[in-house]
Nanobody
Framework: QVQLVESGGGLVQTGGSLRLSCAAS????????MAWFRQAPGKEREFVAA????????AYADSMKRRFTISRDNAKNTVYLQMNSLRPEDTAVYYC??????????????????WGQGTQVTVSS
């Protein structure tokens, strides 16, 4: 089993940037496919990005493709989400997820087995 702890959230103005981190402990980090989802108040959880074990495959939600970058450092057991040009509609709790599945990268929450506690991102207008 893996434990996931997100950090890096906070309050930022429109157009600003934040980098979220997700530190993993437990089994070998490189065995996991990692992803970020987010949930805004009153809305369902939304796929943000996912990255394969070997960084060979990456997927983004269309609305975030040009502004967000997912990456991972297997030596540090950490996955990152660099968020640029932030907008008020990016305000949400951001969650780090993991799975050992060998299926293609999933864009739904059902495709993941482990969740972090989330980190709040607030973008002011």
């Amino acid at each position: 089993q893996v434990q996931l702890v997100e950090s890096g959230g906070g309050l930022v103005q429109t157009g600003g940037s934040l980098r979220l981190s997700c530190a993993a402990s437990g089994r070998t980090f490189s065995s996991y496919v990692m992803a970020w989802f987010r949930q805004a108040p009153g809305k369902e959880r939304e796929f943000v990005a996912a990255i394969s074990r070997s960084i060979g495959v990456i997927a983004y939600a269309d609305s975030m493709k040009r502004r967000f970058t997912i990456s991972r450092d297997n030596a540090k057991n950490t996955v990152y989400l660099q968020m640029n040009s932030l907008r008020p509609e990016d305000t949400a709790v951001y969650y780090c997820l993991a799975t050992l599945s060998w299926e293609p990268l999933s864009t739904t929450v059902d495709g993941y087995d482990y969740w972090g506690q989330g980190t709040q991102v607030t973008v002011s207008s």
